[in-house]
């Protein structure tokens, strides 16, 4: 009976705690939204929101794997370039036979989580026996690999079908009135520009919802028991090769969805290193760190906060980064230092015990 009490207040309290977080973005929308409707924001800091909803998924999807299941991935961008470039093909490819903009957007949607799933199996079930820095540079590797692989790709099309050269557009054999699709080192270019702000917030929720889910569930415990202690999870029976792919697996088809959006918010998208390259994963990776490793909605505010301060300080050239530089130190001195983490403790449990007084 108590074991059922204890389970059910748990249950109510990650209810709630899930409330709070989808709260606060939908919270976040309307605020924004309000802003732009009535021209409160520059353009410069509008066209900035689906660049954030996108590194919201991307960090909110990176956290299950470093915070949640413990290892440390540096390939994320390389599933978000799996996913930008197949759904942004797929769209070029329906763009005359689809005419419904969100019909074609939810397809792409699809083939991209699809496509990126894909590769976190295959990238997952060899990888995931390493584990520390060797599991890091594998990952790295693999992204660096994806990107490459990308520019030297040449895809056109004419009334005979496809062609594929991995020389130039000349080795496609085209007719004449034949279309390129995929440029190379030029990507492609004409992607129908689908992606909103309302867009990214519902993949936004719908991200949160599955990872938040995933965390509180039975399969969720399992992940973290690996974490904790991969002996002893073993000892009882848990299979830690399924749960390490599937927290993987969900994470990179997440990481395809944020490559998405991203690449229907542009009219070219190319692969190059800013783009999706080493310094976009690390990127990532220090929303998760300094947000709060396994703290998901410390990575949603981390991005948010790293991605528009640069922005909001451009009018202070000469000490932008300077300032940058500080936040960063500020927010992961809050985070890690231990005597920051001891008056939080402090503060949590003064709340706690005020709270049972009361009752």
């Known amino acids: 009976m ?50 954030l909803c996108i590194y ?24 978000m370039c799996a996913g930008a470039f197949s759904s942004a093909f797929f769209s070029k490819c329906m763009k005359d036979v689809i005419e419904n903009g969100t019909l074609r957007f939810i397809l792409a949607l699809l083939v991209g989580i699809a496509v990126a799933a894909v590769f976190g199996i295959i990238i997952g079930i060899p990888v995931l026996r390493l584990k520390g820095d060797y599991l890091a540079i594998v990952t790295l590797a693999f992204g660096e690999i994806i990107k490459n692989l990308v520019n030297v790709v040449f895809i056109g099309r004419d009334s005979s079908g496809f062609h ?35 867009i990214g917030v519902v993949l936004i929720l719908i991200t949160l919802f599955i990872v938040l889910n995933l965390i509180n569930s039975r ?65 990532i990776l220090v929303f998760v760190v300094l947000g709060g490793i396994g703290n998901i909605r410390g990575s949603m505010i981390a991005a948010v906060i790293l991605t528009l301060l640069p922005e909001m300080l451009r009018g202070l050239s000469d000490y932008r980064m300077l300032i940058y530089a500080i936040v960063l130190i500020l927010m992961m001195l ?26």
Do not use: C
Not at 46 to 51: A, D, F, R, S
Not at 57 to 77: D, P, T
Not at 335 to 348: D, V
Not at 353 to 359: I, M
């Open 2 to 51: 108590r074991v059922g009490m204890k389970k059910l207040k748990n249950m109510n309290k990650n209810l709630k705690s899930n409330l709070i977080t989808y709260g606060i973005v939908i919270v976040a929308f309307v605020v924004m939204q309000t802003l732009i409707n009535t021209g409160s924001i520059s353009s410069l800091l509008e066209g900035l929101m689906v660049p």
């Open 56 to 79: 919201v998924i991307l960090a909110v999807s990176l956290n299950l794997v470093v915070g949640i299941l413990g290892e440390l991935s540096l390939g994320h961008a390389g599933f």
């Open 164 to 198: 594929f050269s991995t020389k130039d557009v000349m080795d496609l054999n085209m007719e004449l009135d034949g279309e390129v699709i995929v440029n190379g080192p030029q990507g492609i270019t004409g992607t129908p520009q689908d992606s909103t702000f309302f």
């Open 219 to 283: 399969d969720g415990r399992a992940i973290m028991a690996i974490r904790d202690n991969r002996i002893a999870a073993e000892s009882v029976g848990i299979n830690i090769t399924k749960y390490k792919l599937m927290a993987f697996t969900v994470s990179a088809a997440l990481a395809g969805g944020a490559g998405v959006l991203y690449a229907h918010n542009l009219s070219t998208l190319t692969a190059n290193t800013n783009n999706f390259g080493y310094n976009m994963s690390i990127n």
């Open 334 to 359: 809050f985070n890690w230092a231990p005597k920051s983490i001891e008056w939080r403790e402090k503060y949590l449990s003064f709340g706690k015990k005020k709270k049972e007084a009361v009752k």
